[in-house]
């Protein structure tokens, strides 16, 4: 029992530390102290902590206090989504969807993207989006792409309202519906969605026919 409790009291000391290696690199973040951050994450990421494997996967795929390098990236992604982190398994997936750190593989990529969005993902649910709907690492089917494009447009994500709009519009592999077209292009256009305006009219058109 002794030993048990040693070594749950030796988990809770890593975890307290890791915790405080992480608020070091968040601080240095907020004052763009790269490096700093990049040093205190690597002592939390290197004791097992996926947020700071994922964030220093983040330093390396952008090139923040460290040379850029998507390999290196690609590798603590690699680390954190293994293990189950929803972000990780989302970056990860973006690596593979356009070749980065690993070579293009668009069915390793909806596998990752379709993990982080049954976790409630919102990008990831996008993404799963955009995979059906281009027949991307799955079947083409535009009624499938509507429903992960809702799921992330229900949430404020103005990509996904457009292509809802998109669809509803369209009516690619569902049925065409200018009026939910109209309203999905004038939420996005709301949130800043620079095509949206163009949806807007063409849906416009549609009613009045």
Known sequence: MKTIANLFALLLLICSAAQADIGVAMKAIERGHYATAERALRKAADKGDTRAQNNLGYLY???????????????????????????????????????????????????????AA???YT???YMLGESHRSGLGVKKDGAVA???????????????QLMAASVYLSGEGWRKEPAKAL????????NGEPQATAL????????RQ
């Open 61 to 115: 795929e952008h090139g923040l206090g460290v040379v850029q390098s998507y390999s290196d990236a690609f590798n603590w992604y690699n680390r954190a989504a293994e293990a189950g982190l929803t972000e990780a398994q989302y970056n990860l997936a973006t690596l593979y969807h356009h070749g980065r750190g690993a070579a293009l593989n668009h069915d390793v990529a909806y596998k990752w993207f379709s993990l």
């Open 123 to 125: 990008e990831a649910e």
């Open 118 to 120: 049954t976790a409630g």
């Open 146 to 160: 509507l429903s992960w494009y809702l799921k992330a447009a229900r949430k404020g994500h103005p990509a996904a």
């Open 200 to 207: 807007l009219d063409k849906a416009s058109k549609g009613l």
């Open 183 to 190: 309203v999905w292009a004038e939420i996005a256009r709301v």
